[in-house]
């Protein structure tokens, strides 16, 4: 019979096996991303692992050190996809080629909008 502490250092090497996976898939994809987005949300959901990454090598050593850490790198790499985000979306608008906004008062759903 397994014992507690026996099932969860397996859980935990299991689970840690499995994050190590999705981050090698997910290196693909910030590398072939074929778009600026594909590769911000890669780095995002890259972020998310890292952080369940921490949280289960903190339960499997014992250690509360590395939620700490955990918690801070959260934080900081929402700061990064917020900025990366904004950097994109400002990007995109200085290459866009639509036609100018109509000006104020005039009647929308015209042939010029």
């Known amino acids: 019979m397994m014992t507690g502490n026996l099932f969860l250092t397996g859980a935990c090497q299991a689970a840690m096996a499995m994050l190590l996976a999705a981050l090698t898939m997910l290196l693909w994809r910030l590398a072939k991303g074929p778009v600026a987005a594909d590769r911000v949300i890669a780095m995002d959901l890259m972020s998310v692992l890292v952080v369940a990454f921490l ?44 036609l100018p906004p109509s000006t104020p008062g005039s009647p929308k759903g015209g042939p010029d909008d």
């Open 55 to 98: 949280v289960i090598l903190s339960i499997y050593t014992g250690e509360t050190t590395y939620l700490d850490v955990a918690i801070a790198y959260a934080c900081i790499a929402f700061l990064g996809t917020i900025a990366l985000a904004r950097f994109i979306h400002r990007r995109g608008r200085k290459n866009d080629l639509r």
